[in-house]
């Protein structure tokens, strides 16, 4: 099936320019201008959430992020929810604490916060650690007994990460490793979130299977839209 995929990675040239006008973020600048000015550079339209992540990542890499105010009025929070930050500077793109009835602690972008808490709804475990710089991935791999693809979170660099954490907790079946995005504890376990958060309407299961991890499982539909969010894409991705 080759490349024909609708599968772009990301260009240094792409990243330079989202950079470059992140960086004048002064909230007069939209994401439609950047996603029109990325599409006369390249000719490859972005989707919009993807730029938006983008942003924020690069942002958070090289330490520039530029706290924006914003409305908390504006954004829904769902009934079972209560903000725990007071301080709304992170952007709208920023993660705010949110508490759950159950006492659960979060972070949520706004635009989750009417979704609920994430782990009641058996979508996240454990909460994000907070400035911990050691390394992590995101990796996302593929079952082929399933037909479905898996979004998780290991500690430590690279495919080692991923096939210790397979040895430490396994899955009943054979999986191979499709992509992974090699960055911080934090801000892997934020990018983790935000694939799951996105990704919800294509769950696999939504009873327990009877193996750890069921809740990361997504329908392959979300290959093409989530493997721009990688930074690594093996060759195993193209023949799924
Ligand atoms: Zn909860």
């Known amino acids: 099936m080759g490349k024909n995929y609708g599968y772009n990675k990301w ?10 006008n992140a960086k004048a973020f002064d909230g ?3 994401h439609e201008e950047i996603l029109r000015g990325l599409k006369q550079l390249t000719g490859v339209e972005r989707n919009k959430k993807s730029i938006q992540h983008k942003i924020s990542r690069l942002l ?35 993660q705010y604490r949110v508490m759950c009835t159950q006492g659960h602690i979060t972070y949520k972008e706004p635009c989750n916060w009417r979704y609920g808490c994430s782990v009641c709804a058996g979508d996240f475990v454990g909460g994000i650690p907070q400035e911990d710089y050691r390394p992590a991935v995101v990796y996302l791999i593929y079952v082929e007994k399933l037909n479905a693809l898996k979004i998780g979170y290991a500690t430590g660099r690279g495919v080692d ?9 396994t899955i009943p079946y ?30 696999t299961f939504y009873t327990s299977p009877g193996f750890d991890g069921w809740t990361e499982f997504r329908d392959k539909k979300v290959l093409k839209q989530i493997l721009p969010e990688y930074e690594t894409v093996l060759d195993t991705a193209f023949k799924i």
């Not at 191979?176 to 769950?203: C, F, G, M, P």
């Open 60 to 94: 958070a890499k090289y330490g520039l992020h530029n706290p924006q105010k914003i409305n908390f009025e504006s954004y829904r929070l769902h009934k079972d929810l209560t903000l725990l930050d007071t301080e709304f500077d992170k952007g709208s793109y920023g």
């Open 161 to 169: 990460a991923i096939v210790t954490r397979f040895e430490r907790w």
């Open 28 to 30: 007069t600048f939209t």
């Open 11 to 20: 260009t240094e040239q792409e990243e330079d320019f989202v950079l470059e």
């Open 174 to 203: 054979k999986y191979t490793i499709v992509a992974y995005d090699q960055s911080t504890r934090t801000e892997a376990a934020e990018h983790e979130q935000w694939l799951l958060d996105n990704t919800l309407e294509y769950k």
